[in-house]
């Protein structure tokens, strides 16, 4: 098991940027798939962002391609989402998640640790 803190979250006007980070601990977070995850009042949680152990691939939804960008630093055991041109379609609590492997991960049911998430509200 890993346990992963996320943090960063708040209010920013539409166009705006944020970076969220996720702290991991526990296991070695180097051999994990990484991923962000949102959900919305009312609606289910879906994929945002996804990366494999290295880092070396990643993967994107499509509605925040080319805006956020997924990273992660091993050394340090932490995961970042930086937004950019935030919309408020964006406005939602933010999951970050990690499963044991190697590809990227992209359905909520593929990943079993989760932490208590971060919210991000954009404003119009």
């Known amino acids: 098991q890993v346990q992963l803190v996320e943090s960063g979250g708040g209010l920013v006007q539409a166009g705006g940027s944020l970076r969220l980070s996720c702290a991991a601990s526990g296991r070695t977070a180097s051999a994990y798939a990484m991923g962000w995850f949102r959900q919305a009042p009312g609606k289910e949680r879906e994929f945002v962002a996804g990366?494999?152990?290295?880092?070396?691939?990643?993967y994107y939804a499509d509605s925040v391609k080319d805006r956020f960008t997924i990273s992660r630093d091993n050394a340090k055991n932490m995961l970042y989402l930086q937004m950019n041109s935030l919309k408020p379609e964006d406005t939602a609590l933010y999951y970050c998640?990690?499963?044991?492997?190697?590809?990227?991960?992209?359905?909520?049911?593929?990943?079993?640790?989760w932490g208590q998430g971060t919210q991000v509200t954009v404003s119009s």
């Open positions: 998640a990690a499963e044991r492997g190697l590809r990227i991960l992209v359905r909520t049911d593929e990943y079993d640790n």
């Open positions: 990366i494999n152990w290295s880092g070396g691939s990643t």
